[in-house]
């Protein structure tokens, strides 16, 4: 029985939450094994209440642990899995096109198509 484009995409969207958990997975192992602070408290944690912890700017402890390259990729990771949850996962934030797979599993957080994010980089220089 041939795939539907449809089961296509719903099966690329499942790899992509996927690999969106491990990165997001990855990146609290990584601050943990560098911070005591940060790993005492996240230790009797949730695993999907990280960003939130990481959002709250009363933590201070929180915000020094995380480097705000880490904290802008946990938000942007939290952004897709609540895309994929949504059904959006996937449309470029600007123009609502589909974004290409190939740059979906370069950066599976990708906000914008190529197009649209190189008018952005350009208009931020």
Do not use: H, W
Not at 80 to 103: D, E, H, V, W
């Amino acid at each position: 029985m041939a795939k539907t484009a449809a089961t296509t995409q719903r099966d690329f969207t499942a790899k992509m939450e996927k690999s969106l958990l491990e990165l997001k997975r990855e990146i609290v192992r990584n601050l943990v094994a560098s911070s005591e602070d940060f790993k005492e408290i996240v230790e009797d944690m949730d695993p999907k209440d990280f960003a939130d912890v990481a959002s709250d700017d009363n933590d201070r402890k929180m915000l020094e642990a995380i480097g705000s390259q880490d904290l802008k990729r946990l938000r942007m990771i939290d952004s897709a899995l609540t895309r994929i949850q949504q059904g959006k996962y996937g449309l470029c934030m600007k123009c609502s096109q589909k974004i290409p797979q190939p740059r979906l599993e370069a950066i599976p957080y990708a906000l914008m198509c190529i197009d649209c994010k190189t008018i952005e980089e350009k208009r931020n220089r």
